[in-house]
């Protein structure tokens, strides 16, 4: 059973580009959910993909985006890259979108724009 | 909204002895879970414990337990035998029952663990 896989583990944009993110969720799970952790703070939810749909969304502008596929991986884009998106983005996946069973958390990716 | 706190940004434990980390949090909902979190250098999210705030069993996983006060909103963890392995960071998070699909986290403790 394989975990959680995120890609790439570390990148450098310049403020105004765009990137795209990518999660490969745990076998058998059919949820992902997606967090920014600023330096040296917790996690804050983004949003949450669930079958193909998007199940909810924090407090985050809509340039930041989702995709979710049919073998359930995921993808966020963000837009307008701005300094303050430098964070670690955590890749969450489970098998309902309460996560009743628990939530397998991905080794993120470190993205820094400068 | 839920809100999470943890008030003491960084605890240090000698080996083999006790360390409580603490957290308390807001909310008007009665039903919910509470959870904490290790994060060690690899940066991968590891749950500890998880408690069930209708049961009033407070819960234990091995040399982890957790002290819950649902009056007080105060969920502590206990860490007993402290291992130089514990040493990490530590997320307690919220997650309600109703609007389920989402973990409030605070900001976070880091545990120090002395040889």
């Known amino acids: 059973e394989t975990g959680v896989t995120q890609s790439p583990t570390h990148l450098i944009k310049t403020r105004g580009q765009q990137v795209t993110l990518r999660c490969s969720s745990q076998?058998?799970?059919?949820?992902v959910s997606w967090y920014q952790q600023a330096l040296g703070q917790g996690p804050q939810f983004i949003f949450q993909?669930?079958?193909?749909?998007?199940?909810g969304r924090g407090n985050f502008p809509p340039r930041f985006s989702g995709l979710q596929f049919p073998n359930y991986s995921s993808e966020l884009n963000v837009n307008a890259l701005e300094l303050d998106d430098s964070a670690l983005y955590l890749c969450?996946?489970?098998?309902?979108?309460?996560?009743?069973?628990?939530?397998?958390f991905g080794s993120g990716t470190r993205l820094t724009v400068v | 909204a839920q809100t999470v706190t943890q008030s003491q940004p960084e605890m240090s434990v000698q080996e083999a002895e006790t360390v409580t980390l603490s957290c308390t949090y807001d909310?008007?909902?009665?039903?919910?879970?509470l959870f904490w979190y290790k994060q060690p250098p690899s940066r991968q999210m590891i749950l500890v414990i998880r408690?069930?705030?209708?049961?009033?069993q407070n819960a234990t996983e091995n040399r982890f337990s957790v002290n819950f006060q649902k009056a007080a909103k105060s969920f502590s963890l206990k860490i007993s035998d402290s291992q130089l392995g514990d040493a990490a960071m530590y997320f307690c998070?919220?997650?309600?029952?109703?609007?389920?699909?989402?973990?409030?986290f605070g900001a976070g403790t880091i545990l120090r663990v002395k040889s």
């Open positions: 969450a996946s489970s098998l309902a979108p309460q996560g009743d069973y628990g939530y397998t």
């Open positions: 076998s058998g799970h059919n949820t």
């Open positions: 993909y669930y079958r193909e749909e998007e199940n």
């Open positions: 909310t008007s909902e009665s039903d919910y879970y």
């Open positions: 408690q069930e705030a209708y049961k009033q």
């Open positions: 998070a919220y997650r309600s029952v109703l609007y389920g699909n989402k973990l409030v």
